[in-house]
């Protein structure tokens, strides 16, 4: 049984979030899965399975923590659909069925995938109490993402704020499901990004998530609004670093990115 190593959203070996993909006939029991997403233990492992023909999905797709089955996960989905392509596995647009519903990745001629996710629905929240002390610094302004996304996000007052973030992860933990958003404004649009993230889930066993696909689905209507545009271009800033574009449609998002495969290998134990 094969298994790939991508580099998601990133151009680069070593950059961007590596995912571990496999590619199977049918979905073992979880704990296998759980198993081999531990042994792989980067932030997520997804495991996908082709599906009858003329349904309204052609895989079937999931993503697993080194600790836990997530509902929705960007850079995983990316790296599936860049080992389907890469591998001839599959030809052209493909339909992942997920705990999400049917999300859609669009290859692109310059190598690029673009990922059709649902839109997180932000809800103003006060800022809790004891959140600045873990984050270590000062929120302006608070969120609520929703069941499907899972995180607070949390705005700062400036982009080297975020660079120099350095929280509590276990302190982090009480604040939501997943973990937490943390945005600016950049300081200079013309280094080609619009806003800068760092995402923190210490509730699935990810202390610093290095670019974060689903927490754009929050991050893009989040600044459309405040930017006027609906086409924008996120930096995240963990020290992999990884660049997301997005384009809001209203209750979908387009996600677009590239990947890289760094490793391929035989799963010899299963």
């Known amino acids: 049984m094969r298994i790939h190593i991508v580099d998601a959203f990133t151009d680069r070996p070593f ?3 590596p995912a571990g993909v496999l590619l199977l006939d049918a979905f073992p029991d979880d704990g296998r899965l759980q198993n081999v997403a531990l042994e792989v233990n980067h932030a997520e492992t997804a495991f996908a399975h082709p599906l009858p023909a003329g349904g309204e999905a052609d895989w079937a797709l ?3 923590t080194p600790v836990a089955e997530v509902a929705l996960c960007g850079h995983a989905t990316l790296a599936a659909a860049h080992v389907l392509r890469t591998t001839g596995a599959h030809h052209g647009p493909v339909r992942f069925a997920t705990r999400s519903g049917v999300l859609v990745a669009t290859p692109a ?3 690029s995938i673009t990922l059709d996710f649902p839109t997180a629905r932000l809800t103003g929240a006060e ?3 004891g959140v600045a002390e873990a984050l270590g610094a000062e929120p302006l302004a ?3 993402t929703g069941p499907q996304v899972g995180d607070l996000l949390i705005e700062v007052a400036d982009e080297k704020t975020v660079h120099a973030l350095r929280p509590h992860h276990k302190a982090l933990a009480a604040y939501s499901s997943r973990g937490v958003i943390v945005t600016a404004r950049a300081e200079n649009p013309d280094l080609g990004y619009d806003f800068v993230s760092r995402c923190f889930f210490p509730n699935v066993g990810i202390d610093e ?3 974060t696909g689903s927490a754009h689905t929050a991050l893009a209507p989040f600044w459309s ?3 006027g545009r609906p086409h924008l271009t996120g ?3 963990s020290p992999r670093s990884g660049r997301v574009r997005t384009e809001l449609r209203g209750e979908r998002t387009l996600l677009t990115g590239r990947a890289v495969t760094v490793i391929e290998g035989e799963l010899l134990a299963w």
């Open 15 to 17: 950059a961007g979030n």
């Open 62 to 64: 999931r993503w697993f």
């Open 127 to 129: 800022i809790p109490a």
């Open 235 to 237: 930096l995240q800033a």
């Open 209 to 211: 998530d290095p670019v």
């Open 225 to 227: 609004e405040r930017l």
């Open 142 to 144: 608070c969120f609520d």
């Open 109 to 111: 001629e310059d190598g």
